[in-house]
Protein backbone atom coordinates (compact mmCIF):
# COMPACT_ATOMS: atom_id res chain seq x y z
CA UNK A 1 0.00 0.00 0.00
CA UNK A 2 2.57 2.62 0.65
CA UNK A 3 4.35 2.88 -2.59
CA UNK A 4 1.29 4.69 -4.10
CA UNK A 5 0.18 6.87 -1.23
CA UNK A 6 3.55 8.18 0.67
CA UNK A 7 4.07 11.14 -1.48
CA UNK A 8 6.74 12.83 0.85
CA UNK A 9 7.82 16.26 -0.76
CA UNK A 10 11.18 17.14 1.34
CA UNK A 11 11.51 19.56 3.58
CA UNK A 12 12.19 22.72 1.23
CA UNK A 13 8.97 21.73 -0.50
CA UNK A 14 6.84 21.64 2.39
CA UNK A 15 8.07 24.55 3.73
CA UNK A 16 6.68 26.42 0.64
CA UNK A 17 3.67 24.40 0.20
CA UNK A 18 2.23 25.62 3.45
CA UNK A 19 2.54 28.64 1.50
CA UNK A 20 1.03 27.97 -1.64
CA UNK A 21 -1.35 25.84 -3.11
CA UNK A 22 1.46 23.19 -5.39
CA UNK A 23 -0.25 21.21 -7.93
CA UNK A 24 -1.54 17.68 -7.44
CA UNK A 25 1.03 16.67 -10.20
CA UNK A 26 3.67 16.80 -7.87
CA UNK A 27 2.59 13.43 -6.25
CA UNK A 28 3.19 11.65 -9.24
CA UNK A 29 6.85 12.94 -9.47
CA UNK A 30 7.07 11.70 -5.78
CA UNK A 31 4.96 8.37 -6.54
CA UNK A 32 7.32 7.50 -9.71
CA UNK A 33 10.64 7.92 -7.59
CA UNK A 34 9.25 5.81 -4.68
CA UNK A 35 8.50 2.98 -7.10
CA UNK A 36 10.84 2.99 -9.61
CA UNK A 37 8.67 4.31 -11.86
CA UNK A 38 6.32 1.78 -11.71
CA UNK A 39 3.89 3.74 -10.54
CA UNK A 40 2.34 7.00 -11.88
CA UNK A 41 -0.36 9.42 -11.10
CA UNK A 42 -1.81 10.35 -14.07
CA UNK A 43 -4.06 13.32 -15.34
CA UNK A 44 -3.40 14.63 -11.98
CA UNK A 45 -6.21 17.94 -10.82
CA UNK A 46 -6.68 19.83 -7.67
CA UNK A 47 -3.89 20.31 -5.25
CA UNK A 48 -0.87 18.04 -3.80
CA UNK A 49 -3.54 18.64 -0.72
CA UNK A 50 -6.44 17.89 -2.29
CA UNK A 51 -6.60 16.21 -5.27
CA UNK A 52 -7.22 13.25 -7.59
CA UNK A 53 -5.67 11.32 -10.28
CA UNK A 54 -5.64 8.16 -12.17
CA UNK A 55 -3.11 5.55 -10.51
CA UNK A 56 -1.30 3.57 -13.77
CA UNK A 57 1.30 0.79 -13.14
CA UNK A 58 3.71 0.69 -16.56
CA UNK A 59 3.48 -2.60 -18.38
CA UNK A 60 -0.36 -3.62 -17.59
CA UNK A 61 -3.76 -1.77 -18.06
CA UNK A 62 -4.01 -1.14 -14.51
CA UNK A 63 -5.79 2.26 -14.54
CA UNK A 64 -7.42 3.12 -10.92
CA UNK A 65 -9.00 6.96 -10.07
CA UNK A 66 -7.93 8.00 -6.99
CA UNK A 67 -8.73 11.07 -4.62
CA UNK A 68 -6.28 12.38 -1.71
CA UNK A 69 -6.55 14.71 0.84
CA UNK A 70 -3.22 15.71 3.19
CA UNK A 71 -3.16 17.13 6.55
CA UNK A 72 -0.56 20.11 6.73
CA UNK A 73 0.50 20.30 10.02
CA UNK A 74 1.82 17.24 10.71
CA UNK A 75 4.23 17.36 8.10
CA UNK A 76 6.12 19.74 10.48
CA UNK A 77 6.75 16.96 12.74
CA UNK A 78 7.28 14.21 9.96
CA UNK A 79 4.42 12.95 10.13
CA UNK A 80 1.95 12.14 6.56
CA UNK A 81 -1.47 11.64 7.58
CA UNK A 82 -4.35 11.80 5.35
CA UNK A 83 -7.67 10.06 3.73
CA UNK A 84 -7.79 8.44 -0.07
CA UNK A 85 -10.48 7.09 -1.61
CA UNK A 86 -10.98 5.15 -4.97
CA UNK A 87 -13.67 6.28 -7.45
CA UNK A 88 -15.59 2.66 -7.30
CA UNK A 89 -16.33 3.09 -3.92
CA UNK A 90 -16.34 7.09 -3.23
CA UNK A 91 -18.43 6.48 -0.18
CA UNK A 92 -15.36 4.50 1.24
CA UNK A 93 -12.55 6.32 2.61
CA UNK A 94 -9.70 5.09 3.81
CA UNK A 95 -6.93 6.60 6.35
CA UNK A 96 -3.25 6.51 6.41
CA UNK A 97 -0.11 7.89 8.79
CA UNK A 98 3.01 7.66 7.52
CA UNK A 99 5.73 8.96 10.55
CA UNK A 100 8.75 8.29 12.28
CA UNK A 101 8.91 4.24 13.00
CA UNK A 102 4.77 3.89 12.48
CA UNK A 103 2.49 2.65 9.89
CA UNK A 104 -1.41 3.32 10.06
CA UNK A 105 -3.87 2.34 7.56
CA UNK A 106 -7.66 1.64 8.10
CA UNK A 107 -10.59 1.14 5.88
CA UNK A 108 -8.94 0.44 3.29
CA UNK A 109 -9.99 -1.95 -0.25
CA UNK A 110 -8.46 -1.92 -2.92
CA UNK A 111 -9.02 -4.46 -5.99
CA UNK A 112 -6.69 -5.22 -8.95
CA UNK A 113 -5.00 -7.93 -11.68
CA UNK A 114 -2.96 -10.19 -9.98
CA UNK A 115 -0.20 -9.40 -12.79
CA UNK A 116 -0.70 -5.66 -12.50
CA UNK A 117 -0.08 -5.71 -8.61
CA UNK A 118 3.25 -8.26 -9.33
CA UNK A 119 4.40 -5.92 -11.90
CA UNK A 120 4.17 -2.05 -9.46
CA UNK A 121 5.50 -4.78 -6.75
CA UNK A 122 8.78 -5.36 -9.42
CA UNK A 123 8.54 -9.15 -8.88
CA UNK A 124 10.63 -11.93 -11.28
CA UNK A 125 9.36 -11.56 -14.77
CA UNK A 126 8.74 -15.73 -14.25
CA UNK A 127 5.75 -14.50 -12.05
CA UNK A 128 4.41 -11.68 -13.56
CA UNK A 129 1.95 -13.67 -15.99
CA UNK A 130 0.09 -14.91 -12.87
CA UNK A 131 -3.46 -15.16 -13.39
CA UNK A 132 -6.50 -13.56 -11.65
CA UNK A 133 -7.70 -10.88 -9.63
CA UNK A 134 -6.48 -9.72 -6.29
CA UNK A 135 -8.48 -8.16 -3.33
CA UNK A 136 -7.95 -7.04 -0.09
CA UNK A 137 -9.41 -5.12 2.59
CA UNK A 138 -8.07 -4.11 5.75
CA UNK A 139 -9.92 -2.80 8.85
CA UNK A 140 -6.71 -1.78 10.10
CA UNK A 141 -3.45 -2.50 10.08
CA UNK A 142 -0.79 -0.31 12.71
CA UNK A 143 2.88 -0.91 12.72
CA UNK A 144 4.77 1.12 15.24
CA UNK A 145 8.44 0.33 16.49
CA UNK A 146 7.55 -2.55 18.88
CA UNK A 147 4.48 -4.54 17.21
CA UNK A 148 1.66 -4.80 15.03
CA UNK A 149 -1.58 -4.81 15.01
CA UNK A 150 -3.74 -5.90 12.27
CA UNK A 151 -6.92 -7.19 10.75
CA UNK A 152 -7.37 -7.50 7.81
CA UNK A 153 -8.51 -10.34 4.58
CA UNK A 154 -6.69 -11.23 1.01
CA UNK A 155 -8.20 -13.36 -1.88
CA UNK A 156 -6.53 -14.04 -4.83
CA UNK A 157 -9.57 -15.50 -7.35
CA UNK A 158 -9.28 -17.09 -10.18
CA UNK A 159 -5.59 -17.50 -9.52
CA UNK A 160 -3.07 -19.09 -11.98
CA UNK A 161 0.86 -19.59 -12.03
CA UNK A 162 2.94 -19.90 -15.68
CA UNK A 163 3.81 -22.95 -16.29
CA UNK A 164 7.37 -24.26 -16.60
CA UNK A 165 9.03 -25.84 -19.39
CA UNK A 166 5.98 -28.21 -20.95
CA UNK A 167 3.82 -27.94 -17.79
CA UNK A 168 0.71 -26.21 -18.54
CA UNK A 169 -0.26 -23.22 -16.83
CA UNK A 170 -1.36 -24.47 -13.25
CA UNK A 171 -4.75 -23.72 -11.85
CA UNK A 172 -4.73 -22.85 -8.18
CA UNK A 173 -8.34 -21.83 -7.85
CA UNK A 174 -9.32 -18.88 -5.38
CA UNK A 175 -7.31 -18.37 -2.46
CA UNK A 176 -7.87 -16.82 0.94
CA UNK A 177 -5.29 -15.46 3.91
CA UNK A 178 -6.83 -13.65 7.17
CA UNK A 179 -4.17 -12.06 9.39
CA UNK A 180 -5.68 -10.73 12.90
CA UNK A 181 -3.82 -9.94 15.90
CA UNK A 182 -1.20 -8.04 17.92
CA UNK A 183 2.62 -8.92 18.49
CA UNK A 184 5.85 -8.68 16.35
CA UNK A 185 4.45 -11.53 14.41
CA UNK A 186 0.98 -12.03 13.38
CA UNK A 187 -0.09 -15.21 11.64
CA UNK A 188 -3.19 -16.26 9.56
CA UNK A 189 -4.15 -19.31 7.53
CA UNK A 190 -3.93 -19.56 4.20
CA UNK A 191 -6.02 -21.63 2.08
CA UNK A 192 -7.64 -22.64 -1.30
CA UNK A 193 -10.88 -23.49 -2.61
CA UNK A 194 -11.03 -25.43 -6.60
CA UNK A 195 -8.23 -25.07 -8.89
CA UNK A 196 -5.99 -28.13 -9.72
CA UNK A 197 -3.84 -28.40 -6.11
CA UNK A 198 -4.78 -28.23 -2.61
CA UNK A 199 -2.92 -25.04 -0.83
CA UNK A 200 -3.02 -25.72 3.26
CA UNK A 201 -0.75 -23.55 5.69
CA UNK A 202 -0.03 -19.58 7.14
CA UNK A 203 0.37 -15.94 6.01
CA UNK A 204 2.66 -14.13 8.54
CA UNK A 205 3.29 -10.34 8.74
CA UNK A 206 7.02 -9.42 10.40
CA UNK A 207 6.89 -5.89 12.28
CA UNK A 208 10.83 -5.65 11.13
CA UNK A 209 11.10 -7.74 8.03
CA UNK A 210 9.80 -9.27 5.11
CA UNK A 211 6.26 -11.42 5.16
CA UNK A 212 6.51 -15.01 5.37
CA UNK A 213 4.32 -17.84 3.60
CA UNK A 214 4.79 -21.08 4.23
CA UNK A 215 2.04 -23.86 3.00
CA UNK A 216 1.65 -27.52 2.30
CA UNK A 217 0.76 -28.28 -1.25
CA UNK A 218 -0.16 -31.01 -3.37
CA UNK A 219 -2.19 -32.39 -6.45
CA UNK A 220 -5.95 -32.11 -5.68
CA UNK A 221 -7.50 -35.71 -5.38
CA UNK A 222 -10.23 -37.09 -8.20
CA UNK A 223 -8.53 -34.59 -10.72
CA UNK A 224 -7.00 -35.93 -14.34
CA UNK A 225 -4.75 -38.76 -13.19
CA UNK A 226 -2.12 -37.82 -16.20
CA UNK A 227 -2.36 -33.95 -15.08
CA UNK A 228 -1.93 -34.99 -11.33
CA UNK A 229 0.97 -37.08 -11.80
CA UNK A 230 2.85 -34.35 -13.75
CA UNK A 231 1.86 -31.58 -11.03
CA UNK A 232 3.70 -34.27 -8.42
CA UNK A 233 6.61 -33.87 -10.51
CA UNK A 234 7.11 -30.35 -10.77
CA UNK A 235 6.48 -30.24 -6.57
CA UNK A 236 8.95 -32.61 -6.09
CA UNK A 237 11.49 -30.30 -7.68
CA UNK A 238 10.56 -28.08 -4.67
CA UNK A 239 11.32 -30.63 -2.21
CA UNK A 240 10.05 -34.21 -0.79
CA UNK A 241 6.66 -35.10 -0.09
CA UNK A 242 5.08 -36.25 3.29
CA UNK A 243 2.97 -39.47 3.27
CA UNK A 244 0.02 -37.82 1.92
CA UNK A 245 1.65 -36.32 -1.38
CA UNK A 246 2.10 -32.66 0.39
CA UNK A 247 5.24 -30.74 -0.29
CA UNK A 248 5.98 -27.90 1.62
CA UNK A 249 6.68 -24.44 0.17
CA UNK A 250 7.62 -21.45 1.58
CA UNK A 251 8.53 -18.21 0.97
CA UNK A 252 11.47 -16.61 1.19
CA UNK A 253 12.95 -19.96 1.33
Same mark, same amino acid.
Given at each position: $????? !????????????????????????????? !?? *????????????????????????????????????????????????? $?????????????????????????? $?? $??????????????????? *????????????? =??? *???????????????????????????????????? @??????????? @???? =???? !?????????????????????? @?????????????????? @??????????
Amino acid at each position: $MRPWV !TVVCGVVLIAVALIVEAPASVADWRVGAM !TG *DRLHIANASGTLWNGSGDLVASGSDLQRHIAWQLERWPLLRGELRGTLA $MEADADRVGNFVFGHDKVELEGFELA $MP $MEALLRAAGAPAIITSAGG *DFDIHIDRFIQDA =DAL *DVALAMQWRNASLPGLGPFARVMLGDLRAELSGRGH @EVSGPLGNTGG @EVEI =DGTV !TAVGDGTPRVEAKVRARPGIDR @ERASALAFALSTLGPADS @EGRVRVAWPR
